[in-house]
């Protein structure tokens, strides 16, 4: 995962993830399609959902919440998912492969969204 150089820059909820992730996947990972839900945490900063990436190119979705007994936050919710065909769509699934050195992602053969060349 990048992190910032200066962490007066970085959310609260960016520390805790950095600070939660890498206990549970092996190596470097990236997230993406981050959202914040909200939901104030008593220690600052909002409940999250979103998706992570690991280096083997297993997604997991997230949910971090709040932990009662340790009074801190936690991933309240983990779970391994597959990869949505039109997440190779997106540029920012696409920048988290990039970010871990995985390679470029093959287009989905759909006739849904029509792939127009610039």
């Known amino acids: 995962m990048a992190r910032s150089g200066d962490a007066a820059a970085v959310s609260p909820e960016a520390l805790a993830l950095g600070e939660l992730v890498p206990s549970r996947v092996h190596g470097d990972f990236a ?3 981050t959202t ?3 939901i104030k945490l ?6 999250t959902t979103g998706y992570v990436l690991d280096q083997a190119g297993q ?6 919440g709040w932990d009662p007994e340790r009074a801190m936050p936690a991933l309240t ?10 997440w190779m769509r997106t540029r920012e699934y696409r920048d988290a492969r990039r970010n871990l050195g995985l390679p470029e992602p ?3 053969e759909t006739d849904a969204f029509p792939r127009t060349r610039v």
């Open 31 to 33: 997230l993406f399609f």
């Open 36 to 38: 914040v839900e909200g």
């Open 42 to 47: 008593p220690s600052g900063g909002q409940e």
């Open 59 to 64: 997604a997991y979705w997230f949910y971090l």
């Open 77 to 86: 919710e983990w779970e391994p998912v597959p990869i949505e065909k039109d």
């Open 106 to 108: 093959e287009w989905p």
